[in-house]
């Protein structure tokens, strides 16, 4: 039935009142929907919106904006905005991107809640100055997109949604997702992915992924996210969300774009974003008690695990991470490792082979966890981590619910996970999961073969399983440092000056102020090194040479600094950068084999002592007090007297 028109609107809210409405209140929980461009042509996102709100059962008013037309799909149009019989929370503009903005500004001109823009055609496409009109003409008023596919929540039965959807039970796990299609395709799914909160940002343009996550932190029923992102984003801000997230005992999982190359060009051509160091990016996330995935399905999968309520730990074993948990986590203990059981000798090799090349850590078993398991294997059967019981225990479920309780027992185990083996649908191991006290996790060796409350697949469940053994800690998100500006370079021989005066090892050294002081410096150090400190990148710009036997040459050369040489070993770098995404102590292979970066070990400022290479923990520590944006050691030279800082590239922090 057509609904009747009603008079026109008169009057909106202050701006102040709009600005006072939390991020999602209105989107996520309309009274009221205006679809600007409803229309039912085959395949507009428009019309679609107004048949998905239909389908999923939305309770509030629904509107239709189309001058051409009296109604659309049943539902009573009128001719633009300023026509509605009252603001409307929400207003999906459905329209060309030439149009988009000027339906924004008539938006937040009248107060609304917040829009959906779905065109492509803005900064996607280089057409940077069209998004930043957009971004004006929202005036503050939350608009997610353009070039997305919307907002659909499943509790509030919402659907501000350009694509078919289907009629689906609410659950705990909420996707934000700046690719349109991962998110079509997890509403589409049947893997026993229960959706919350949906969200297809798109551009960004003026809510992001990192404003989305802190408003779905705190969306009741939300026990985990899937993060799907192809920008960095403001490291700080998503710092705050991820803290939120701890603080309300929701975990999650992360999938970005960009570690190579192609990714990273595919993600600028995609949604105009510029891929920073993924190294750096994953480095903070995993700090922040974030879960890793590499594709869209590991990344579903470790949201789903993340999201089930928490198995009863076995007695005397350490409190298991509980997603969802009401009160904010304790501070999180070291990870433990991962247990994994299986009746096949073939998936316990595989899933070791696995595990080793995932960097899950499979921990050897403790001779009391042995003993407690040889008490119910069979004699066919050997102890150890992965644990394959057999095909003989396959109906005694006493025997397996105790072999799980023994391995969750175990002080290096954080997590059991079982491999889900079935005969015509039947598998006494389910039994024995749900019966176990121990810190479980349920996972088909092939994705087919999906218990309703598993994991599908041996890779995903292998990652879940680790994700699992982590607590987020809140007071440590609150903790990591902010961002500076970099200011004026620093010299290297002022920079050496700074690290001397620190207590950090350089080599003796200084300017030569002629010819002559050069020459009589270089007899008192002997051997020597003599560089242009003023330069960047010296060796490949011809500022440094070693062992120099010619100093007067070199000295005309402009290589004026004169310092002893350091003796042979190995060459590390030490550097602290707080340029960034976020500040990170970066320690890796130095020297010649710096570009082997992908093998460093990237810790968000401050780095815990504990976590820093021994060899140079003085060093690196050091280097954290230094009130500089940047400072790089490049190599620190390492031998079994100590450790030297040899070359050195430092700036200064901007002055506000």
């Known amino acids: 039935m057509t609904r009747p028109p009603t008079a026109p609107l ?12 939390p991020l999602g209140a209105r989107l996520f929980a309309p009274r009221s929907v205006a679809v600007v461009g409803a229309s039912e042509r085959a395949g507009s996102y428009g019309g679609e919106v107004l048949l998905n709100l239909a389908r999923i059962g939305y309770g509030g008013r629904v509107f239709a904006v189309n001058p051409r037309r009296s109604a659309v799909h049943g539902v009573a149009a009128v001719p633009s905005l300023d026509d509605l019989p009252q603001v409307p929370d929400a207003v999906v503009v459905a329209v060309p991107a030439a149009d988009a903005t000027d339906v924004v500004a008539r938006a937040a001109s009248l107060g609304c809640g917040g829009a959906v823009v779905f065109a492509a055609g803005f900064a996607e496409v280089r057409a940077r100055g069209l998004q930043a009109r957009l971004v004006a003409a929202a005036d503050g008023m939350p608009v997610c997109g353009p070039n997305g596919n919307g907002i659909v929540s499943l509790p509030d039965r919402v659907a501000l949604w350009g694509d078919p959807i289907r009629h689906v039970e609410p659950g705990p796990v909420a996707l934000i997702s700046q690719s349109g299609n991962v998110a079509v395709n997890a509403l589409a799914s049947r893997r026993g992915l229960r959706l919350h909160t949906v969200i297809s940002c798109g551009n960004q343009a003026v809510v992001d992924a990192a404003d989305f996550l802190l408003a779905v932190a705190q969306r009741e029923g939300v026990r985990s996210v899937a993060l799907y992102v192809e920008d960095d984003g403001d490291g700080p801000r998503w710092c705050t969300a991820l803290e939120a997230c701890a603080r309300a005992g929701v975990r999650v999982a992360v999938l970005k774009a960009g570690s190579s190359r192609a990714g990273r060009a595919a993600a600028e051509a995609h949604t105009g974003a510029i891929a920073g160091d993924q190294r750096v990016f994953r480095a903070v996330f995993e700090e922040c008690g974030a879960a890793w995935a590499e594709d869209p399905h590991d990344l579903l999968e470790i949201a789903k695990a993340l999201a089930m309520p928490a198995r ?3 007695a005397g074993a350490p409190p298991a991470p509980q997603p969802g948990a009401a009160n904010a986590p304790a501070a999180a203990a070291s990870p433990r490792g991962v247990a994994v059981m299986t009746c096949s000798g073939g998936d316990s090799a595989v899933a070791a082979d696995l595990a080793a090349s995932l960097g899950v850590d499979l921990p050897a078993l403790a001779p009391d966890t042995i003993t407690a398991l040889e008490r119910h294997l069979p004699a066919a059967a050997t102890a150890g981590n992965p644990l394959d019981y057999t095909a003989l225990l396959w109906e005694d479920t006493a025997a397996l619910t105790a072999l799980i309780e023994a391995l969750g027992a175990d002080p290096a185990i ?9 005969y015509d649908g039947h598998a006494p191991i389910v039994d024995a999961v749900a019966q176990a006290r121990a810190p479980t996790l349920l996972a088909s060796t092939i994705p087919e073969l999906m218990p309703e409350d598993g994991v599908a697949g041996l890779r995903s469940g292998l990652l879940a399983a680790r994700a699992l053994t982590v607590t987020p800690d809140p007071e440590r998100i609150a903790q990591l440092e902010r961002p500076v500006d970099k200011g004026a370079p620093i010299p290297e021989h002022e920079a050496k000056q700074l690290l001397r005066a620190a207590g950090v090892p350089v080599p003796e050294g200084r300017i030569a102020t002629d010819a002559e002081d050069a020459e009589r410096l270089a007899r008192e150090l002997g051997p020597v090194a003599m560089k242009a400190t003023r330069l960047r990148h010296k060796a490949a710009a011809g500022g440094v040479e070693l062992n120099v036997r010619d100093v007067r040459e070199a000295f005309a050369r402009g290589l004026t ?5 350091t003796a ?5 770098l030490v550097s602290v950068d707080r340029t960034g995404f976020m500040p990170v102590l970066v320690v890796g292979l130095g020297g010649t084999h710096t570009e082997l970066l992908d093998r460093a070990t990237i810790v968000p400022l401050p780095a815990p002592r504990e976590r820093i290479e021994p060899r140079v923990a003085d060093i690196a520590h050091t280097l954290q007090q230094l009130p500089l944006a940047l400072i790089e050691l490049n190599p620190v030279i390492v031998t079994a007297d100590g450790a030297v800082a040899v070359d050195a590239l430092a700036d200064e922090e901007a002055q506000p």
């Open 568 to 572: 042979p070993g190995l060459e590390l």
């Open 561 to 565: 600094y004169i310092e002893r040489m």
């Open 312 to 314: 009863r730990p076995s």
């Open 10 to 21: 008169t009057g909106s809210p202050p701006a102040s009142a709009r600005s006072a409405a």
């Open 414 to 422: 954080g997590r059991v996970l079982v491999l889900f083996d079935a």
